[in-house]
């Protein structure tokens, strides 16, 4: 038996970021229920707003500005580029690249790829993500020319992807954000830290070992072994560490603890100025980089690496000591708001994106997730 479990090592890593606090759960009762077992009362919820508000679609407004209002397949660079100069002060930098129709010559999109990056003064390593896409799906790390390369040829045809600077922060964060209309200043109203996790060899057991051996890796081994499907048999060197996931998206294996105990004043100041920097926006989710959750808490020293539209939820329902009651309550209320925003909105002459445009973004995004390349 390895001298290692998955969760001294999760503790390890969030020794840097926040005390671990005492007889943790390893998850919660719910934290892989499958979406249509967990779900249901909140889509319940969304059907009474609907006819209460008489819009299938007003949730559409809450963003005004956003495509779709962020619910479903807004183009990401289409969103970074209304954010004002506060905004990007703290953007992490990035550029973007459309891909030939036709594979007929592939160094033409690395070649497109490379000029990209150094109009917009970017190096190795960096991040490379669809432009359309949600839940950490196509997001890769990228190394070196041969990893660009690598990703451009597994990536769609005809599609546009976004290379951005690696952020230097080891830790990230969810910040999620609302403010209703008219009013001066808006609120975090729930803070994600996110982990990710490793395995560390005990140069006997493979990586495909180490994780069906703790308790809490194996409910998702599935995630982790076909993503390191290439390492899986390898035996790793006693202390070595591996870490298993690098996009901070729980549905690709990230761990998520409940942060709104370290929300403060300058913080929430930060993202309202952040937030008031993009137009007509209200409601959503930034993810965040950084080093230090002191100065996080200081609302400096971060990287803003996505900004999320009204398809965003308050994850840190997801920690492990979170209680089911509690996650429907949060996700209930964040609906309502969401509702409210988005009324007072079309109180103000806005109108929202027909349903017929909502399933279009909906369906062509989930279409192109099942073809972007692996997560890392």
């Keep these: 038996m390895a ?43 969304w059907i009474f707003l609907m006819l209460r508000h008489r819009s299938v679609s007003l949730p559409s407004l809450a963003n005004p500005h956003i495509e779709g209002g962020g619910l479903f397949g807004e183009s990401k660079v289409d969103l970074l580029s209304q954010l004002g100069p506060e905004a990007r002060k703290w953007l992490a930098p990035f550029t973007s690249v459309s891909m030939s129709a036709k594979c007929n010559s592939p160094g033409h999109d690395l070649a497109e790829a490379l000029a990209a990056m150094s109009a917009a003064g970017l190096q190795f390593p960096l991040v490379a993500k669809p432009d359309r896409s949600c839940r950490g799906a196509g997001v890769r790390v990228i190394r070196s020319t041969q990893d660009l390369s690598g990703y451009l040829c597994a990536f769609p045809r005809g599609e546009r992807l976004i290379l951005q600077q690696l952020a230097e922060g080891e830790h990230e964060a969810g910040v999620f954000y609302a ?35 703790d308790p809490r890796a194996k409910r998702i081994a599935d995630v982790y072994l076909e993503r390191h499907a290439q390492h899986r048999k390898r035996i790793l060197a006693s202390g070595e560490v591996f870490r298993l996931v690098f996009a901070g998206n729980h549905c690709k294996g990230a761990i998520f603890r409940d942060g709104n105990a370290h ?53 840190h329902i997801w920690d492990g000591e979170a209680r089911l009651f509690d996650a429907y309550r949060t996700l209930f209320r964040q609906s309502r708001l969401l509702f409210e925003i988005a009324r007072m909105n079309r109180k ?22 099942s073809r972007y390349p692996l997560t890392d």
């Design 348 to 369: 103000r002459g806005f109108r929202p994106t027909s349903l017929w445009t909502v399933f279009q973004l909906a369906r062509r995004q989930l279409r192109l997730m």
């Design 179 to 213: 403010r209703r209309p008219g009013e001066t200043a808006g609120r975090i109203v729930s803070l994600t830290l996110k982990y990710f996790p490793a395995v560390v060899g005990d140069g006997r057991s493979t990586l495909e070992e180490l994780i069906l051996r």
């Design 3 to 45: 001298d290692f479990s998955f969760a001294v090592a999760l503790r390890a890593v969030a020794r840097a970021v926040v005390p671990t606090r005492p007889a943790e759960r390893i998850s919660s009762i719910f934290e892989f229920w499958p979406w249509y077992v967990f779900y249901p009362p909140v889509i319940a919820q």
């Design 263 to 315: 929300v403060t004043p300058a913080m929430e100041a930060r993202f309202c100025a952040i937030a008031r920097s993009i137009p007509e926006f209200y409601f959503g989710r930034f993810d965040v980089r950084f080093a230090s959750l002191v100065d996080l808490k200081r609302g400096e020293d971060f990287r803003l690496v996505e900004v999320n539209g009204a398809g965003s939820e308050a994850t």
